[in-house]
């Protein structure tokens, strides 16, 4: 079983979103998290040891992550997914687009 946790800056939009997509697929678990302060779930030294692949939504994010949790990183997986905050949560524009990027990642054809 492969864990994947998406993260954005609120955990509101496109990382929940994520995480609801890719719940549907056999074999992955998945969780979600915010990395500003105020996220409605904010990212965990927990969750960052408990994944196997980290996605973050914007290259600030992987920024923000490297800074804050570094020694949490060690051998991790962490792909930057270039999604910009533009979409609303379950929007299918944004669920094509994470599907887009994220199942070749997977190797899980579409």
């Known amino acids: 079983m492969k864990k994947l946790l998406f993260l954005c800056s609120q955990n509101r939009l496109r990382s929940p979103t994520a995480e609801a997509v890719f719940s549907e697929y056999e074999?992955?678990?998945?969780?979600?998290?915010?990395?500003?302060?105020?996220?409605?779930?904010?990212?965990?030294?927990?969750?960052?040891?408990?994944?196997?692949?980290?996605?973050?939504m914007e290259k600030s994010h992987k920024t923000k992550l490297s800074k804050?949790?570094?020694?949490?990183?060690?051998?991790?997986?962490?792909?930057?997914?270039?999604?910009?905050?533009e979409y609303e949560y379950m929007e299918p524009a944004l669920i094509?687009?994470?599907?887009?990027?994220?199942?070749?990642?997977l190797k899980i054809k579409q």
């Not at 992955?28 to 973050?56: C, H, N």
């Not at 804050?68 to 905050?85: A, E, S, T, Y």
């Open 96 to 105: 094509e687009l994470l599907k887009q990027k994220v199942l070749p990642l």
């Open 27 to 56: 074999g992955f678990e998945t969780d979600s998290a915010g990395l500003d302060r105020y996220a409605e779930v904010p990212v965990s030294i927990e969750a960052l040891v408990w994944a196997d692949i980290i996605f973050v």
């Open 68 to 85: 804050n949790f570094q020694p949490f990183l060690k051998d991790k997986k962490i792909i930057c997914l270039d999604i910009p905050d």
